[in-house]
């Protein structure tokens, strides 16, 4: 394929032009040459069934149909003109209609000659009629082979200036004009051969204008596995390169590790937890960095395992860092890690954005002549003048809060850089962590502490809701705190859901006579009355916190029994999963009450059923990704994430899990892709617009 051509603005195919070219930009995000080519039909439409007029049904929504125009007249309808025909198919009328282009359809269409109508059907007085359908002589019609006509996703503005799917099917018919219809092969012998891959040459003319169906299937699963393979040799390549940076040599598992293991740690690590420690050890003694993720469900003791870690970094002399994402957790694992350390001696401090002047000071002197050994902080510790004197580690929590660029600053606190461990307890199917962190090596807790009970979660409506209060007063008498979330802080127009303010009015009046504490706790407080309500709630002085979502992570209050969540309908899976992770997280029973309409969706009914039923994020995970798609899985939409032409990684998993196999084997055999026969994929990873540069990947 001629990469020049490939990344020629489309201006320069016949029937785009410079202002069309812009309009494609802004609407679809097509630029070049290789933009547009994959740029794949959503479907086809089946040019080659013929129906009789007498066999068109309600279902039926295009058809496609032979006959001859037997009168063609002006109407005027209300206040517009329009032609109306009749059309036989030597059985039966259908009337057609045009109210655009009429001098156009007045002088082309002719009556008594064979003609053939496609068109959307529309009903009128349990009539089908046809609308501005693609029409041609016959004669044109059978010198054409594609009988699967692709539809293309288009814009109002595209429309508005007569690209119509007709024109797009002529553009793309262009381009391959353009592009002299060729198109080089990107994998090698062996891969084709194995799993039978028809050329590049092939697929590409058929996912636009298939022949049939069966080579419409071979060019998807070309095109689906040559993209998943890419996908995954970069990652497999960027992990070859991530191994060789040098990383900071941790022998030892020394004092501090097994006085605090054998001293002070009170119950048995899981087997999980037991791995992952070897496994991070390991990458310590290895002379390279490590750069790991961490996924373990709520509750199943990955701060453990960071602690551990974090000791035999202290033990070979470097400090330790540790980054949560709000104040709050940042705080909670201050508290956690300062009682700890303090009795093996080392020294914690916390850093956030609310650190006043005096103390930051002291702070960064302390933290640059060494006298910290591990320093707990939100964003604040990527800022420039937070210098350490030998950071050897990084912990990272709920990476998904962080930006790249954001989480990159780490390691420019030293040279080389330190080890990092990336923390997260939202589970990840395992599809979409391959193609998201492919690069990454992977560790994963999947048991809960012994001891750890699950939550029991039941759904409840709004008619049921004063048996859930009375089963909040049962639960407060027995000394038990409960959280409420909300999905909204003020009443909206737009969306009918219920909100803060609205349910601390009604659960004061509820429960104002038995005198219960109510504290509330939303986003647009300032960070430090937020902290007061979190820790007079911590401290028992609160029985009800009525929140939005910024209890969500990490925040832990053993004595909360009971999290109730309203218009649960309308939160993700994840999001769920999360919420309900904020209770049973001590020695008694514990509840989550998912608060829905009386009528939901039937997508939710599947969400909160997932719930209901299981307490294993990892299973709740795959049915969200299910539900939901990978751009969302995570709680918010991430721009670009897996940004695939053509394949889906929940409907090719197969062929996601054969070609990560695949590039492992070509990477073994031929890690820096110097043979010849990988001349094919050598080149396309160094030429290829899409791709990254040899020097950044390989």
């Known amino acids: 394929m001629n990469n020049t051509k490939l990344n020629t603005s489309i201006e320069y195919v016949k029937g785009v032009g410079k202002m069309r070219a812009e309009l494609f930009k802004e609407e679809l995000g097509i630029r070049r040459c290789y933009d547009l080519l994959n740029f794949f039909p959503y479907k086809y439409l089946d040019r080659s069934r013929f129906y009789k007029i007498s066999e068109i ?173 890419f996908n995954q040799l970069k990652f497999k390549l960027s992990h070859n390169k991530l191994k060789r940076n040098k990383g900071y040599y941790f022998p030892y598992v020394g004092e501090y590790f097994n006085n605090f293991y054998n001293n002070y740690l009170s119950f048995e690590l899981t087997k999980p937890q037991k791995k992952v420690l070897k496994e991070i050890r390991n990458d310590f003694a290895s002379n390279q960095q490590m750069i790991r993720l961490l996924q373990g469900d709520v509750g199943s003791g990955k701060t453990v395992v960071a602690l551990l870690s974090i000791l035999i970094s202290i033990d070979n002399n470097y400090q330790s860092c540790l980054v949560a994402p709000t104040e709050i957790l940042a705080f909670q694992h201050f508290k956690n890690f300062k009682d700890k350390f303090e009795n093996l001696g080392l020294v914690v401090k916390v850093l956030t954005g609310s650190t006043k002047s005096s103390d930051r000071k002291i702070l960064l002197n302390d933290l640059k002549n060494g006298s910290i050994n591990l320093l707990i902080g939100t964003h604040a510790i990527f800022e420039q003048n937070v210098i350490f004197n030998n950071l050897g580690y990084a912990v990272i929590d709920e990476q998904h809060r962080f930006g790249v660029k954001q989480r990159s600053k780490i390691w420019e606190k030293n040279n080389p850089p330190p080890h990092v461990l990336i923390m997260t307890a939202t589970p990840i199917p395992r599809t979409l962590t391959m193609s998201l962190y492919g690069d990454l090596d992977l560790s994963i807790i999947d048991e809960l502490p012994p001891g750890r009970k699950d939550v029991i979660t039941v759904h409840r409506k709004d008619k049921n809701r004063l048996k859930v209060f009375g089963f909040i007063r049962d639960q407060i008498k027995q000394g038990r705190q409960i959280y409420i979330v909300y999905p909204l802080i003020e009443e909206s127009k737009k969306m009918d859901l219920k909100y803060l303010e609205d349910g601390l009015e009604s659960i004061t009046r509820e429960f104002d006579k038995e005198n219960y504490s109510i504290g509330v706790m939303h986003g647009r407080m300032r960070s430090s009355n937020k902290d007061i309500e979190m820790n007079n709630f911590l401290n028992g002085k609160i029985d009800i916190l009525i929140s939005t979502t910024v209890i969500e992570v990490g925040v832990n209050v053993p004595n909360a029994s009971v999290m109730i969540i309203e218009n649960a309908e309308r939160f993700g899976l994840s999001q769920l999963h999360q919420l309900r992770g904020r209770v049973g997280r001590g020695k008694y029973d514990s509840y989550c009450v998912l608060m829905t309409n009386d009528k939901i969706s039937e997508d939710a009914k599947i969400r909160i059923d997932a719930m209901v039923n299981s307490n294993d994020g990892f299973k709740i995970s795959e049915v969200d990704l299910r539900l939901r798609g990978p751009g969302d899985v995570l709680g918010t939409k991430q721009s670009g994430v897996l940004d695939f032409k053509i394949a889906d990684i929940i409907e090719d998993e197969s062929i996601l899990f054969s070609v990560s196999n695949e590039a492992d084997l070509l990477i073994k055999k031929d890690p820096k892709l110097n043979l010849n026969e990988n001349y094919n994929i050598r080149s396309f990873i160094l030429n290829n617009p899409i791709n990254k540069s040899w020097n950044e990947i390989g």
């Open 57 to 229: 049904n309600t279902s039926d929504v295009y058809v496609q149909i032979s006959g001859v125009f037997k009168n063609i007249v002006y109407k005027k309808y209300r206040n517009r003109y329009g032609i109306e025909a009749k059309f036989f198919d030597g059985e039966k009328n259908i009337k057609v209609l045009w109210f655009k282009g009429l001098s156009w359809v007045e002088k082309s269409i002719k009556t008594n000659q064979n003609y053939i109508l496609f068109g959307r059907i529309s009903w009128f007085e349990k009539l089908p009629s046809l609308v501005h359908p693609e029409l041609e002589r016959v004669e044109n019609f059978k010198s054409k082979s594609i009988k699967l006509q692709p539809v293309y996703s288009s814009t109002e503005k595209l429309s508005s200036i007569g690209i119509s799917n007709k024109a797009m099917i002529k553009i793309v018919k262009n381009l391959f004009v353009f592009l002299e219809n060729k198109f080089d092969e990107n994998l090698n012998e062996y891969l084709n051969k194995k799993f039978k891959l028809i050329s590049p040459n092939q697929a590409y003319h058929n996912i636009h204008f298939p022949e049939n169906h069966d080579l419409l299937e071979k060019a998807r699963y070309r095109l689906k596995f040559e993209e998943l393979f």
